[in-house]
């Protein structure tokens, strides 16, 4: 059976994330109704598994499930070449406190481990995207941008870490960017062209 998302259906976007909700709607460009896991009232799953892929095929498999619709789920994060790969699949864990997610935390705690593990700029961020019918099949896809960080951080587009990491080829931070040069070449725009590609 060939795989299609057809314009106009009704899909989940499995996030509560606001900032990424923000960016997977711009990249889907109003092909579909999107409902967020979040007005449906959904629970966030706890995510357990090891890999980007795994991550977000359990979040789109739970929300599609528990749904009936088909979800769109987006699992992602910043890794650093010289704290081998850390925070990965960690990032939003970095961020949190007792009083909540804070992303200047983690951006001083990113610029403090690099600085004891003897520096070394260069980082990237990934996003997997995973596609899941009710109680059905799935697909995924995975997207990745070079880049290199900088502290302190700039630019208040975006979210999450973007104020730190500059893509190979240019001068601005991904916070300092209007959302349509961060998509030219962001990790979730590559992962939307190879889920185009497959399922659109
Ligand atoms: P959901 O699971 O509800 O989607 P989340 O924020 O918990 O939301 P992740 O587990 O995938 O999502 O965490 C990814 C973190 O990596 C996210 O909180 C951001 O801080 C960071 N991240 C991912 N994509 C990013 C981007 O494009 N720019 C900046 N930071 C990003």
């Known amino acids: 059976m060939v795989l299609k998302l057809e314009t106009g259906l ?3 976007c499995a996030t509560h994330n606001p900032g990424k909700a923000i960016e997977i709607a711009e990249l889907l460009d109003g092909r579909f109704e999107v409902v967020t896991a979040g007005a449906l009232g959904l629970p966030e799953p706890e995510e357990v598994e090891a ?7 359990l979040k789109a498999r739970a929300a599609a499930d528990a749904s009936g619709l088909i979800t769109i789920a987006d699992d992602s994060g910043l890794s650093i070449t010289a704290l081998g790969g850390a925070p990965g699949i960690y990032s939003a864990r970095w961020a949190e406190t007792d ?3 804070d992303f200047a ?3 001083d705690r990113v610029e403090r481990e690099v600085k004891a593990a ?3 700029d260069h980082a990237w961020f990934t996003s997997a995207l995973a596609v899941a019918w009710p109680h059905g099949a799935v697909a995924a896809v995975e997207g990745r ?3 290199r960080l900088v502290f302190p951080g700039r630019g208040s587009n975006g ?3 973007d104020p730190i990491f500059i893509p190979k080829g240019e001068s601005e931070t991904f916070g300092e960017m209007d959302p349509a040069r961060k998509h030219a070449q962001s990790h979730r725009a590559r992962a ?4 185009k590609a497959a399922l659109f």
Do not use: E
């Not at 890999?51 to 095929?57: I, K, L, R």
């Not at 939307?192 to 889920?195: A, E, R």
């Open 51 to 57: 890999t980007f892929v795994g991550n977000a095929v």
């Open 145 to 147: 941008v070079d880049g």
């Open 192 to 195: 939307f062209d190879k889920l």
């Open 99 to 101: 009083a909540g997610r």
């Open 118 to 120: 003897g520096g070394g």
């Open 159 to 161: 979210f999450g870490y």
């Open 10 to 12: 009704k899909l989940v």
């Open 105 to 107: 935390f983690a951006m």
